[in-house]
């Protein structure tokens, strides 16, 4: 019945401009006037958006593919339209179409201009846990810092964010602090920003290793070539945890900074646990292995990433007792994290999907 009703219409249908957005060629002479025609299906009259052209009828195909109840679909890609009488009619959705973000250029003067309040190269936060994008650490942070990590330093344009002055950008700066071992992250702004003035709560990453940090990196590359030698990741946890305990001895009324403990130096040197805590995290970023610190307002230690999960280190502990008390352990008892958001969300930045 379908077809015997399409070859009906087939007259009617001729030279039709067939989707909204196409257009049937014509002469600029033509006329198109609203037609006074009655058309009927199957003996039901029925209403039509209807146009008289040159004494011919142009009804669109959608329409009498909705009476009449057969396909008819567009494709894009071809600009061409597809009628097939054995399927049912279907409404189309129209798609939205995308509003693209703009992306940061320098201006023609070679001045750095935004106009959006935040924008990264990709999204990386379709990889990480959902879960960790609370308050602050929400998914346009969590591009900006990837950003810098992914590419190792800032990039022009680099991504970035808004984080307000006060209590967002303390947390932040907190965070950066946790997270910066060899490598140090810092607040960066593009020196040709030519409106910052109208986001001053701009904020990007930059990610660099200190020059004066450059003599303990040279100190400690005979290490780092013995652990990239191993095999197995705890292996080299220990092995890092051992050599830190041969260079400090636990004092907690002392500090021992990066450039001093690699360094040459007769005996060990005394120093509390944040300096065991900063220690091993440069470390461990020159063997690079995910660690950051974590701390209660007592004490510091650190967590690396190891045999795909994240685990306890506290070296201070472990050299204080010469022992691996604390060593790769999944928790520590009575050591409360005092940001556990701020923790979950640096794991995700180090290793995306690790807390899934």
């Known amino acids: 019945m379908k077809q015997k009703v399409l070859f009906m ?19 600029t002479a033509l006329t198109a006037i609203p037609s006074r025609q009655t058309f009927y299906v199957n003996g039901q009259k029925v209403e039509f958006e209807a146009y008289s052209i040159h004494g011919n009828n142009f009804v669109k195909v959608r329409d009498i593919g909705k009476a009449v109840d057969f396909g008819v679909t567009y494709d894009g890609a071809t600009n061409s339209v597809h009628i097939d009488p054995n399927a049912h009619y279907q409404e189309e959705t129209p798609q939205p179409t995308p509003t693209p973000t703009p992306t940061p250029t320098p201006a023609p003067s070679g001045k750095y201009t935004i106009n959006v309040d935040h924008w990264s190269r990709e999204d990386f936060s379709q990889q990480a846990n959902p879960a960790v994008f609370t308050g602050v650490y929400d998914r346009a942070l969590y591009n900006t810092f990837r950003q810098t990590l992914v590419d190792g330093r800032a990039i022009d344009p680099p991504a970035y ?35 910052y003035w109208q986001y001053l709560d701009y904020f990007a990453v930059s990610g660099s290793v200190p020059d004066v940090y450059q003599s303990a990196v040279d100190f400690i590359q005979p290490v780092i070539a013995k652990v990239r030698q191993m095999s197995s990741e705890r292996e080299k946890v220990t092995y890092l945890n051992d050599y830190l305990c041969s260079l400090l001895t636990y004092n907690e009324d002392k500090a021992a900074g990066i450039p001093q403990t690699f360094s040459n130096h007769k005996d060990e040197l005394p120093a509390a646990c944040g300096s065991y805590a900063v220690t091993f995290k440069f470390l461990c970023g020159a063997a690079e292995i995910p660690c950051f610190t974590i701390s209660t307002p007592t004490h510091g230690w650190n967590m690396v990433y190891a045999d795909g999960q994240w685990l306890h280190v506290d070296v201070s502990a472990n050299d204080l007792t010469n022992s691996h008390t604390m060593l790769l352990r999944e928790t ?25």
């Open 9 to 27: 219409l087939a007259g009617v249908c001729l030279g039709i401009a067939l989707v909204s957005g196409s257009q049937a060629a014509a002469s």
């Open 161 to 195: 964010t808004m984080v307000a002055k006060g209590d967002d950008y303390s947390a932040v700066v907190y965070l950066m602090g946790r997270m910066s071992g060899m490598t140090r992250y810092e607040h960066y702004v593009p020196k040709n920003f030519s409106n």
């Open 332 to 356: 520590y008892p009575n050591h409360p994290d005092q940001a556990p958001a701020a923790t979950a969300f640096i794991k995700e930045l180090l290793v995306p999907g690790s807390t899934k």
